[in-house]
């Protein structure tokens, strides 16, 4: 368990045992696939012997609890290494529960517009994948200069200090964040975040490197957005990507300093020779 700033506890990893126990306390479901006391198939808990019933409320429920004060990193390593659920616990999923906020809840928000949907396909965001995505945009723009590997610890560290921003700052950077994604719908289209293969044909999966070149190259467009058609554009992403150094920069070692400045950087200067 987290203990929030409140002092709150928060449940990061055993929720589902703790929701099933829950259940059976509340008769919402009977034993099943039992292998120690097999007597006991297909009792409600309602239908237990007393005896049983009193032993289980009785039951002490022993659980880990990072306290408050321990640095956020910390907190964050410790929680991967108790991770060991089923199903696994992802990063961005420790850090709704460790750095649980206005600027999460914010992100939640923006998961689910639309526009962000249609861009991005993510309909069904249950992992967070999306969610993570947009704290990307928004930790590289306002920090690019403090970027260091890795990038998970990089985003800890901006979550952590921008827990409760206030509502200033999230509305600039959920304004940014919306602003840049119709843009990027405007301009790139069925482009976006994907990368062509030597067949020309586009990679249905998103590649997060390249999101990251594209969201932030085109949140600094001044002005109005180039005109160009589909084709012309498509065979210009075409040459871009076929460039050595920023192919590397969105496929290999994409976490180091120097590929995250480097493919922003070129992806910038790719947008004004649109423009010229």
């Known amino acids: 368990m987290n203990q929030d700033r409140d002092e709150k506890l928060s449940v990061i ?26 007597e006991l198939e297909g009792f409600y808990f309602s239908e237990l012997d007393p005896r049983i019933s009193r032993h289980i409320l009785n039951r002490t429920l022993r659980c880990v609890a990072v306290l408050k004060d321990t640095h956020p990193q910390i907190k964050f390593d410790v929680f991967e290494r108790l991770n060991t659920g089923a199903v696994q ?55 690019l200069k403090q970027y260091k590997r890795p ?16 509502k200033q700052k999230l509305l600039s950077w959920k304004t940014s964040f919306l602003q840049t994604i119709k843009n990027v719908n405007i301009l790139l289209g069925d482009f976006a975040f994907r ?31 180039p005109k160009i058609s589909q084709g012309s554009l498509k065979r210009k992403l075409m040459a871009l990507y076929q460039e050595e150094e920023f192919r590397q920069s969105i ?24 423009e010229s």
């Open 13 to 38: 990893d055993g929720n589902q045992r703790l929701q099933s126990i829950k259940l059976y306390l509340s008769d919402e479901y009977p034993l099943r696939g039992l292998t120690t006391y097999p």
């Open 151 to 166: 990038l998970s610890g990089f985003l800890n560290n901006f979550c952590e200090k921008n827990q409760n921003p206030g």
């Open 89 to 143: 616990v992802n990063p961005h999923e420790l850090r709704h529960g460790i750095f649980h906020g206005d600027l999460i809840e914010t992100l939640d928000e923006l998961s689910k517009e639309p526009v962000w949907k249609d861009v991005s396909g993510i309909k069904n965001d249950k992992r967070m994948k999306g969610a993570e995505l947009i704290l990307r945009f928004i930790a590289l723009r306002e920090d």
């Open 195 to 225: 990368i062509f293969d030597e067949k020309r044909k586009i990679n249905k999966n998103i590649s997060a490197a390249l999101y990251d070149a594209q969201m932030i190259g085109i949140s600094n467009i001044p002005g109005k957005l």
């Open 251 to 274: 496929t290999s070692g994409t976490s180091t300093s120097r590929s995250v400045r480097y493919r922003i950087s070129r992806f910038k200067d790719f947008l004004n020779s649109l």
